[in-house]
Each structure stands twice: as C-alpha cells, then as structure tokens.
C-alpha cells in the first residue's frame, strides 16, 4: 500500500480542523464527525485547544483510502503558532491548503504559500464552506490564480478542464489532441514536480467534496523511495503529564527499532505510532512512518539522525521579546529550566538572560501565544508569571561590501582574520564562506575559523540586533607557529566582524506586517489617514458598493495593537488579518537607534578594536587604527604566516613581463641599448621629483560586454563579435586618452584553454587558463605594476571594485567607462576624426 504523509494547512477559521474530521470519519478512525464549536473534535483534545476554538499543537493520525495509506498531520492556524506549522513541513510528502470559500486567500494564506516554495511541497487545495459562499467557484478560481501565481486547476469537474492541465506542457499538449485525455500518472508527475495544482470545491461540514479529494490523494500522489541506510528526521518534542519526554520524527530510511542505539548518548527506550492523543507501543517501524518515541535527552527538534541533515534556520522567526514578571517568592531557576522546557517544544520560543539585572526574556509571536504560555505553566508549576510590554526585535545589515581586520596578540597568543563582508538580498539570512586555498593556511585553522563564524549570534553595531541578509566570506588569516592557540582565532575572528560592521554603513532592519483591512466604503478616509502614519504601502479594492478591501504591508512596531483602533475607526465592523512579511528597511532608523541609545565603542562583551603586541605586551587599538598596525595587507587573496603571496593564481612572472612589454613597446627595437648609470641616477632623481606615472587601463572583458548596451545585445546572436567589439572600444579609448590597455577575459572553465596573451597596437589582450578568472588575474596585476603606474580598472563587479581600492587602484564602473567613450567618439567625429571599426586598435 502506498503510504503519503499528508499535512492539512490552513488560515485560522478557513475550516481546517473540520476538513480534518471529515477525513477521519472517511478513512474510518472515528464514527462521527466532532465539531469545534461542541468542543470534541478528535485532533484538538487540548484544553486550551477547546476553550479557544483553534489549533495550537500539531498532531497525527492515520486512515486508508482505497489502496493509499494517509498519515493526517493537523497544524495550526493561527499566526501566533505558524512556528509549529513551519517545523512539521519538513516531514510532509504533500500539503492540503485548505481555502475558505467565504473569505477566499487570506494573509496567512500567502505566508503559507510562500512556505511551501520555501520548502518545495506539492499541494492540493480544498475551498470549503461552499454552502455559504458568496462567489461562485469560476469567481474564486480567478481570485487564487491572481492571488497565488500558481497553475491551478479545477479537479472537482476535471473531465472539463483536462485542456487546462495540457496547456501547462507543450508535450502534454501534443499527447492530449493526439488521445484526447491524460494519463493519471502524468497528472500525478506534474503534480509531484509542483507545476499544477488541484483545486477541489466542497464543504467540509456537509460532507461535500470531501469524496472527491479523497479519491484524488490517493489517484495524484507519488510514493518516495526509501534508502536501506537509516535516516529520521525530528519535527517535535512535547513533554507529558508525567513530565516524559517524547520525540516525534519521521523515519526517511530504514527502520528504527525500540531498544536501538541512535546516538553515542543514548538508545529508544520506548516505540510508539501516534493516532491523536492515543499512542500505540510498537517493537519496530519502517521508512516513511511517522513515530513517537523516548530517547535521548539531547534531541531536539529539527534534528536529522543517520543520513538525514539538521534543519538550517526557520523561515519564520518571533519579532517581539518580552520580560517575564515573577509572581513573589518565586524560584526564578526553576522558572528559567521551566521556561527553557518549553523552548525545547518549542524552538522558535527564545529564552534570554540580562547579564546586569538578571532578567528572563522570551521571544515570542504575539498575545494570543503568551496567553497559551502562561497557562501552560500555570498548569505545570502552579504559579502565575505575566509579562511586560513587548520590545520590537530588530535586525541589522549592510549597505555595500567591506572587509573587516580582527587581531589577537596578547603576550604569547597570536592570531588575525581578514573577512568581507557583502550584503545579500532581504530575506537571505547569514550565508558563510572560504577563499583562502589549502596551503597557505594550515586546514584545521580554516575550519576553526569557519566554526567560530557560525557558533555566534553576531550583534549589529546601531543597536545591538542581530546580523542578517549578508555574506561572511574568510579571506586571509595568519598564524604563529608557536604562539597561536584555538581560542585566539575566535577572538580574532569575532573582532573581525565587528571592526568591519563598525567601518560598513550600517542598515536598521525591523519586522513587517502584511495586513487586509475590510470596512465599509465611508471610513476610507479614516483609515488612509491610519496607514498613512504608518509608513504603510497599500491598494485599494472595491468589495461591492459599499464595502472596500486595503492590502499592503507595515511595520509591526506601528501596527501591532492596531485592532482596536481600527474598530473604533470603522464603526465596529472593520476586519483585520495579519500576516509576517518579513524584515525591510526602517525608515526611521536614526530615531529608533537614538531611542534605544547603544554605544558599540563601549560594548565590552563585543569589542570593535583589536589587541597587539609591542615590548612584551599587549595593547588595544581602536577600529579605525587597526589596518595601519595590522599584520597582513588587505586583499580578496588569502594569506598565510609567511609574506602576502598570489600563488593561487598561477601568473608566472614571464607572462606578466609580457603583457607589461607588449603595451610599452619594448619589443619593437630590442637591439636598443638601455640607459647608462649615470643616466639611471639622473632618472631616479627625476621620480623624486614626482614625475607623472604613465596610465594603464586594465579592463574586465566579459564585465563590459555584459553592460555595455551594443555588446550586450548583440553577444547574444554573436559572442565572438561582441567580444571584437569590446577590444576595439577599448583599443580607441587607449588611442583618445593616451595610455596603455590590458583586456583580461578569462576562461569561463574551458579545460582546452591554456591561456594566451594577444599583443597589439596599444593594447595586450589577455585570455586566462582554465579555471582561472579574471579577477584574479586583475588583482596580480594592480598588485605587482601599481607602483610604476596610474592604474585605473574598468569593472562592475562589486568584488574587483573592492579589491581595486584596497590595492591603491583607480576604479571606473562599465556604465562609467561606456558614457565616456561615447563622449570621446562624439568628440572626434566634431574633430573630423575618423575611427575605423572593425580592427583592433582605431586610428585617427
């Protein structure tokens, strides 16, 4: 039989938990349905859970459908615990979003959307509550395709719209006017590669459609296959009544057996397979069954054993922190190992510790979860805590890339780190990285480095916030044979961050919401006045006659508590729904970091500056007199204890000497005599009297033909001939401004390329070998020449630009150098001169 795990999402009150019932009640498990208004559902046994009339706390049960075997995963809906939503995603094979055919997509909707392309899942969509819809399936069809950009189709008349599923294929096309129809099985391999999506209407409470995509999970879904090797990955930990620990995890290889050693810590003491709040003990279950089992007490959610990898960072993170106020007489330690119990069954609730006043702060989604939380251990421990006024969770990046210098040199330690760091799109988190090449760093010292870049949660230098949306990437790094100890690369390392954060321009990140408002069409006014204060970017849509629809998005630190005003705003009956968007620019960045009043030059625990050693001691040195005292020259290339090198870049000297001689001539009389000794000194003593350098362009080739607009255009009919075009451009540059020109283009990885260098008039054009680039060759160059001429580097990429500076180079952008050059030949053709197109080297 095949066996799915299938997870039901939905926004809350879409009608989720009721789609969940009539599932059970098809597949058997239970007589009749529950309901959430009579408080017995058989997912949502919690008495929080009742009470409220939501889920809070994921759940599984099992059912059959014809020869299909269905693992049910019920998940919140409520934005407060979208965390428990998001961890179960990781063990899904397919995903029901279910719609309400009243409200149509919602907020969460689209963040759920937006999960699911996070984490690849194919999806079925139910929209129920068609008995009270107001729209017509046609009418809510065309709302989701706008809404969701996404190939839905409509499964509940299918035999209608099969020329809907053809058109998404251009060989499916070919197969259906050719058969007339489509095979099950493909509909299920388009379905599986998330390039259509079916749509069933219905209503879960009538019990209608429920048939019909029941019928279809077990048609248009797809099995996985299973290694032999073990592998389990963990989505969940909860502790019960008795205070045991149980992990949920789904075994994607294998089998895993009770008694059986999974870590070097410990072994399964006890097996089961969940069904609701029943557990059934079990002496051995197979790939792709979701189990419950106690073992060692180190595991924590999102945890791979065997094969199976660690969960990177969630996509959804709480934006708001709260102090926790103790009840008198409380034992604030065993409050914080309480507190620290529910972060393991929750990982996205984050505990911390003030290190002056002591203070317990928790991190958290909203109001709705601190209720649950409080209750919770209310329950456990008997005593009521409560919470202080939430505190926006801020982020910090960067604006453009800098290279950070850390160095530790107490007496009889030594260590230093150059780091670049580069901004990355919004949303992108930390992403790390190595250039330096084995050789010249001992390894074992590049991984030190490497593991005490992620270990920390680096702090910002406006506010304190943590760093995102960036790119650490180790560049150079230096060690002492006798004196360089592990724990000196971590200081170095993180001294290095800091230093560059503190020189970067520094970007205040805060958290958004997107919302919807729906009010009647009098109030506009009143509520563009609201979003206007805001900050708020936003659309309008007409919902009928008298009603209107506002969507968009805000900070939450301005909309937060924006429910009640917008009641009062709106006689009442205005509705709100909110949804995470995410980290942005805050547009009132310097206001917001005066308020919060961080000095980083001051922060003791996260030093900017560096330590040295001069006379048998250690001294400070302020951030911005690090490079003047630091060991290494800064540069992209990496370095070791010995003098900064280039030898990654295998440019043998020969070959530079060559380039060098073709743009200056020297070969063209080689039977010219040089100067005598005499007249050497005279020459020297000219250069002390700053004789002008003569200038050299050094230009990125295929830099250029990307960005400029003639080459760009045409390399895509002629690649050749765009690249002739750039070397003649460059060619009449070097001819109009009177200096030498080196094109370099590297080998864009071609294994037959061994690298030549083309000497012509004024200008050399270098092609690099293979696996060599560009860049690198760049950098030999400005390096090695820069002291015997005017270098200026034409390149539009950020990483060269960077590198130009930090070697006493001139940069000059493609779109610089382009504008210039149309200058120049417009000038010409005033002058009567004449450029010949088409030869290297233009003539005038």
């Not at 919690?46 to 889920?55: H, L, M």
């Not at 008795?242 to 006890?270: H, N």
């Amino acid at each position: 039989m095949k066996k799915i795990t299938l997870g039901i999402l939905a926004h809350v009150d879409a009608g989720k938990t009721t789609l969940n019932e009539a599932l059970l009640y098809h597949g058997g498990l239970i007589r009749r349905m529950g309901r959430v208004d009579h408080r017995d559902s058989f997912m949502d046994f919690d008495d929080q859970e009742k009470s409220r009339g939501i889920t809070i706390f994921s759940k599984v049960a099992s059912i059959s459908h014809q020869d299909t075997s269905l693992t049910l995963v019920d998940t919140p809906g409520h934005l407060d615990f979208a965390g428990e939503m998001e961890r179960t995603l990781s063990v899904l094979d397919y995903v029901v979003v279910v719609v309400s055919g009243l409200d149509g997509i919602q907020s969460h909707t689209r963040t759920i959307w937006k999960l699911l392309e996070y984490y690849d899942l194919p999806a079925f969509i139910f929209v129920s509550k068609m008995d009270i819809a107001i729209k017509s399936e046609a009418e809510l069809m065309t709302e989701m395709k706008s809404e969701l950009k996404a190939p839905l189709v409509d499964f509940s008349h299918l035999a209608q719209n099969q020329e809907d599923i053809a058109l998404l294929d251009e060989q499916l096309m070919e197969d259906f006017l050719e058969s007339g129809q489509i095979s099950e099985e493909r509909i299920a391999e388009m379905i599986y590669e998330r390039r259509l999506y079916p749509v069933y209407f219905g209503s879960a409470l009538k019990d209608q459609g429920v048939s019909e995509l029941l019928d279809g999970l077990d048609r248009y879904t797809l099995e996985n296959e299973y290694p032999e090797d073990f592998g389990l990955r963990i989505f969940k930990i909860a502790y019960d009544d008795s205070g045991r620990r149980w992990c949920y995890g789904r075994i994607t290889g294998g089998c895993l057996k009770a008694k059986e050693r999974i870590t070097e810590e410990g072994k399964v003491d006890e097996l089961c397979l969940p069904s609701g709040q029943r557990l059934t003990t079990v002496s051995e279950a197979e790939a792709g069954q979701i189990v419950v089992f106690r073992g060692p007490e180190g595991l924590q959610a999102g945890q791979g054993l065997g094969f199976e990898k660690s969960a990177t960072a969630s996509f959804l993170e709480p934006f708001m922190r709260y102090r926790v106020i103790l009840p008198p007489q409380c034992d604030r330690n065993q409050m914080l190992r309480q507190l620290q119990i529910l972060a393991q069954e929750d990982p996205q609730i984050q505990i911390a510790v003030s290190d002056q006043l002591h203070d317990i702060h928790v991190s958290l989604m909203g109001e709705i979860q601190i209720e649950v939380l409080t209750n919770i251990i209310k329950k456990r421990t008997g005593q009521q805590i409560a919470f202080a006024d939430g505190v926006i969770l801020y982020r910090e990046t960067i604006e453009e890339s800098v290279q950070g210098v850390g160095h530790f040199e107490p007496l009889r330690h030594y260590a230093e780190v150059h780091l670049r760091l580069d901004p990355l799109p919004r949303g992108a988190g930390l992403a790390f990285a190595n250039e330096v090449p084995e050789g010249t760093l001992a390894v074992n010292w590049q991984r030190l480095i490497m593991t005490h870049l992620q270990e920390k949660q680096h702090r910002g230098v406006l506010t304190r916030s943590p760093i995102t949306d960036m790119k650490i990437t180790l560049i150079a790094a230096k060690a002492h044979e006798k004196h360089t100890e592990g724990g000196d690369f971590r200081q170095a390392t993180y001294r290095a961050v800091r230093q560059g954060l503190r020189k970067a321009r520094s970007v205040l990140l805060e958290p958004f919401y997107g919302f919807v408002i729906e009010a009647e069409r009098i109030y506009l006014s009143s509520l563009l006045y609201d979003l206007e204060g805001m900050h708020a970017t936003y659309r309008i849509e007409d919902v009928d006659e008298q009603h209107i629809r506002l969507s968009g998005r805000a900070p939450v630190r301005l909309m937060q508590n924006y429910h009640q005003t917008l009641l009062s705003h709106s006689g009442g009956a205005g509705r709100l729904a909110l949804s995470i968007q995410g980290y942005d620019r805050c547009e009132d960045q310097q206001a917001i970091v005066e308020q919060i009043g961080y000095d980083c030059d001051r922060d003791l625990a996260n030093p900017c500056g560096s330590v040295f050693c001069q006379h048998g001691a250690g001294f400070t040195v302020a951030w911005d007199e690090v490079e003047n005292y630091m060991h290494l020259k800064p540069a992209r290339t990496s370095v070791s204890s010995a003098p900064v090198t280039h030898n990654r870049y295998s440019i043998s000297e020969s070959e530079l000497k060559s380039v060098i001689a073709g743009i200056n001539g020297r070969n063209r009389n080689p039977k010219k005599k040089g100067p005598s000794s005499s007249g050497r000194k005279e020459e020297k003593k000219k250069v002390v009297m700053k004789v002008k350098k003569p200038r050299l362009l050094i230009a990125d080739g295929y830099n250029l033909m990307h960005y400029f607009k003639q080459s760009s255009q045409m390399s895509e009919d002629n690649f050749d001939s765009a690249r002739d075009l750039i070397i003649n451009k460059l060619s009449s540059y070097g001819g109009y401004k009177d200096c030498k020109v080196i094109a370099v283009f590297d080998a864009y990885k071609k294994e037959d390329n061994y690298g030549h260098v083309d000497l012509g008039q004024g200008i050399s054009v270098v092609y690099t070998r293979f696996s060599q680039t560009a860049d690198s060759y760049i950098e030999k160059l400005v390096h090695d020449y820069g002291k015997d001429y005017e270098i200026t580097v034409a390149s539009s990429d950020q990483a060269v630009q960077n590198m130009i500076l930090t070697n006493g180079g001139l940069r000059m952008s493609a779109r610089q150098l382009e504008l210039e050059l149309d200058a120049l030949e417009e000038q010409a053709l005033k002058n009567n001169y004449v450029v010949r197109e088409g030869k290297q080297g233009g003539n005038r």
